[in-house]
């Protein structure tokens, strides 16, 4: 959320405003300044201090309240700004919420009221109440409540008259930010030296830090100087396995794959495709958009996963895989709060591919509500930041089911481009096999490939892998070289998805045939 769009919610004296957000000091401090801006009280509540002045500043309009000589305050005894005391002092009789909003509602000064924590008590009937009769008479009364958690679940009647908003993540200008200013409070401390590192090292370690909020970011780098006053490899996979705990419980979870370690056999078009659209989605192609992505249709095993991670690799940016399952909750609304969540930290890594893994599993098809309407509104969530997103984020989505898409999906203009995956030719297949042949430390010269490619007829890419994992078994156990006899033994005694599965691959391959370009 740009500083611009709170600031102007504030002077619109917006009744109710909902900051979700974990940074609870950066929130007070962003509100705080914005207050003192434009000339507004600040007021703060929390359960363990109850309401207390945050600023000490009064403007005109309803008088505000002094301090009595136990330290509580007094309604009607003005006190000027410029004798308000340094310390900070509490409204008496309102460490509870239903408290502290019914002092607001009967004579709170005007101003900005932040409430922290309030979600415990978001269901008490009085609490809903107060709420409600402070946005109805906001206009007259000049008070804009500002609640600030991790979660804020209104009801219904109460979220019509809110505002939810968000702390943005950095990006990788603010990360370079946080890194000179910790480097430099480091270098200055007694008995420290300025930190050791290789630039490309401290470069790959911002990238790490995308998608973290910015105290995260602060206390990971000092994790790192501070053990060794260095920043090194070894702070990079402590960095990664940090970030990996933190997010678990997110739905996004980010990469950097290497391009050495992958490679996709065939889909020549959409190798192409992509190769066309490099330079314009770094910006580096003047007058050109920005491509916006591509959704991979296909037979289960075709390769659409390892293509979108190699989109990554070859443009060496970090991959952001969204877990649809992770999405998935119980609570009403909590689905699509979390995809906003990912969605903002698919923003902040920008620029980067984000990966919509079996994409159709995060929406019904049409307009059922067996799931509640869950998928409905994942689904606007989705369109809605496919649509307006303006940074740079490519798309790579990847769907096996095409019956369970939604029309509203496909229409043209949501992806730059559909391609249909299918089962590898003849020379795609011989590609496959020298691809997992080397893995194995096998050399693909010593095999027949055109008798393998033509044994795996029908075959997909993981499949033609199994059989070769299987024959480096096989081997093994008979203390026997691997041969290309004993993989297409192994091919034998395999029934490919196209004929298990005959009739769905007929299905996906008749409905892509002109509706899809060939990968």
């Known amino acids: 959320m740009p500083l611009a769009t709170l600031r102007h919610t504030l002077a619109a004296r917006y009744p109710l405003i909902c900051l979700e957000t974990h940074e609870e000091p950066r929130a007070r401090a962003l509100v705080r300044q914005l207050a003192d801006e434009l000339g507004e009280a600040c007021f703060e509540w929390s359960v363990a201090d109850g309401l207390s002045h945050a600023n000490f500043r009064y403007t005109a309009g309803r008088p505000p309240t002094g301090a009595d ?15 308000a005391a340094p310390a900070r002092r509490s409204f008496v009789d309102t460490d509870d919420l239903d408290a502290a909003l019914r002092f607001i509602d009967r004579e709170g000064p005007r101003g900005i009221y932040l409430l922290f924590d309030t979600h415990p008590f978001l269901d008490a009937p009085t609490v809903q109440r107060l709420l409600r009769e402070i946005a109805f008479d906001h206009a007259t009364r000049h008070c804009t409540l500002v609640l600030v958690g991790p979660r804020i679940d209104l009801p219904p009647e109460i979220a019509r008259h809110a505002l939810f908003e968000t702390l ?9 930010e946080i890194f000179r200013e910790e480097l430099d409070a480091y270098a200055n401390a007694p008995g420290h030296l300025r930190v050791t590192g290789e630039r490309v090292t401290a470069e790959r370690l911002m990238q790490q830090m995308l998608g973290l909020c910015e105290e995260d970011v602060r206390r990971l780098l000092r994790l790192c100087i501070h053990a060794d006053g260095a920043i090194d490899d070894d702070d990079l996979r402590r960095v990664t396995r940090i970030k990996r705990e933190m997010l678990a419980e997110s739905a996004l979870d980010v990469d950097f794959p290497d391009a050495g370690k992958l490679a996709v056999a065939g889909m020549a078009n959409l190798k192409r495709w992509l190769s066309l659209r490099e330079a314009a989605f770094r910006g580096a192609a003047p007058g050109l958009p920005t491509p916006r ?3 991979m249709l296909g037979v289960q095993g ?28 119980k609570f009403h609304g909590e689905t699509e709060r979390k995809l906003r969540a990912a969605l903002a930290a698919a923003e902040a890594l920008a620029p980067c591919v984000l990966w919509i893994d079996e994409i159709e599993k995060a929406m019904a098809q049409g307009g059922s509500e067996a799931d509640g309407g869950i998928g409905r509104r994942v689904l606007g969530a989705l369109l809605t930041w496919m649509a307006e ?7 790579a989505a990847t769907a096996n089911d095409i019956r369970a898409l939604p029309p509203e999906l496909l229409r043209k203009g949501r992806f730059d481009e559909i391609f249909f995956v299918d089962l590898p030719d003849a020379a795609a297949r011989v590609e496959v096999f020298c691809i997992h042949l080397a893995r194995r430390g096998l050399d693909a010269a010593g095999f027949d490939l055109a008798a393998l490619a033509a044994a795996c007829e029908g075959f997909s890419g993981a499949e033609i892998e199994q059989a070769v994992i299987s024959a480096c078994f096989e081997a093994g156990a008979a203390k026997l070289p691997v041969s290309g006899e004993l993989v297409i033994a192994e091919l034998r005694r395999t029934r490919p998805i196209s004929v298990t599965m005959a009739e769905a691959v007929a299905a996906l391959r008749d409905w892509a045939r002109d509706r899809a370009v060939p990968a």
């Open 69 to 83: 000589a136990s330290g509580g305050w007094q309604p009607g005894v003005s006190m000027p700004s410029s004798q």
């Open 168 to 176: 943005p993540l950095p990006d990788l200008a603010r990360v370079r």
């Open 302 to 329: 075709g390769g659409k996963s390892l293509a979108a991670r190699t989109i990554a690799a070859d443009w060496r940016l970090p991959l952001a895989r969204l877990d649809i399952g992770a999405l998935q909750d």
């Open 389 to 395: 997103r303006d940074r740079p984020v490519f798309i």
């Open 293 to 295: 992505g591509v959704l």
